[in-house]
């Protein structure tokens, strides 16, 4: 069995599913073209092997002031929350609390329980989140900026980190295996047979030699339902749960 792991050997591979070279799909390579990137965007919007999270590094700029923007590559299409540059209750330095505690008590997790400073955590966090909260974000993935909506004209933020939490497109151009999918391949030869039926549509009832009489229709009536069983299987059994699930 061949195994697609470029475009082209997707494609192919798709039209060798409905028959070629043997039947002649009467399809445009353009139109071929179209339909994979169909169900490409299909297969990136809601099958959970479609994207995968990430976390991106980006320094802050006086562009990025001035506008109260950041820019976003096309590769990600979501963003869930960032990490400020700064850390409250100074937590990140040797001199935070942390650094204190797990010195002098809990060196190693045999000397002392370690339920008090499970305790500690939860409370300390709680009150992080209630006095001090995380910077509320939008984001919209077809302008491709990130509002952060905290205050831009603050001192000291030129120059400085933040980390941003969100998901990328799973590029199969870097990760072959994406042209392999199971789903990403069914669908798009469903989208291309539905293409052929439309195309074919036009010449119903036309007789070829033989007697053989033109059915597009037909052609595109399968296409259609074989395409609504694959796209309710991957909503179905292949998304991810909602984040509200998850986290």
């Known amino acids: 069995m061949s195994v697609p ?36 965007q299909f297969f990136n919007d809601f099958h959970f092997d479609g994207v995968e999270k990430v976390y991106t590094k980006y320094q802050l700029t006086q562009t990025d002031i001035d506008n109260q923007f950041i820019p976003i590559t096309d ?16 937590n990140r330095d040797m001199f935070g609390y942390k650094y204190e505690f797990r010195l002098n008590d809990l060196y190693d997790f045999t000397s002392s329980s370690y339920v008090n400073y499970a305790i500690t955590m939860q409370h300390l966090r709680m009150l992080e989140i209630l006095f001090v909260g995380e910077a ?4 919209n993935r077809h302008t491709n900026k990130l509002y952060i909506d905290w205050n831009w004209a603050q001192s000291g933020i030129e120059g ?3 980390i941003i939490e969100g998901y990328a497109i799973t590029d199969p151009d870097t990760y072959s295996k994406v042209y392999n999918d ?4 069914k669908l798009a ?3 291309i047979k539905k293409q ?28 259609v339902a074989e395409i609504k069983e694959i796209e309710d299987d991957i909503e179905q059994s292949y998304q991810a749960p909602p984040a509200m699930l998850v986290q």
């Open 5 to 40: 792991a470029s475009r082209e050997q997707l494609k192919n591979w798709c039209l060798r599913d409905l028959g070629w070279p043997v039947v002649e799909i009467n399809v445009d390579d353009d139109q071929v073209e179209d339909r994979i990137d169909q169900a490409f």
């Open 75 to 90: 590769a990600i299409v979501g963003i869930t929350r960032i990490f400020p540059f700064s850390q409250s209750m100074g």
């Open 136 to 139: 509320p974000i939008r984001f």
């Open 160 to 162: 400085k980190y933040i």
């Open 182 to 185: 199971r789903m990403l391949k």
């Open 189 to 191: 030869t469903a989208y």
């Open 196 to 223: 052929w039926g439309t195309n074919m549509k036009k010449f119903e009832g036309m007789k070829l030699p033989g007697g053989v009489l033109m059915n597009g229709q037909k052609i595109y009536d399968e296409a």
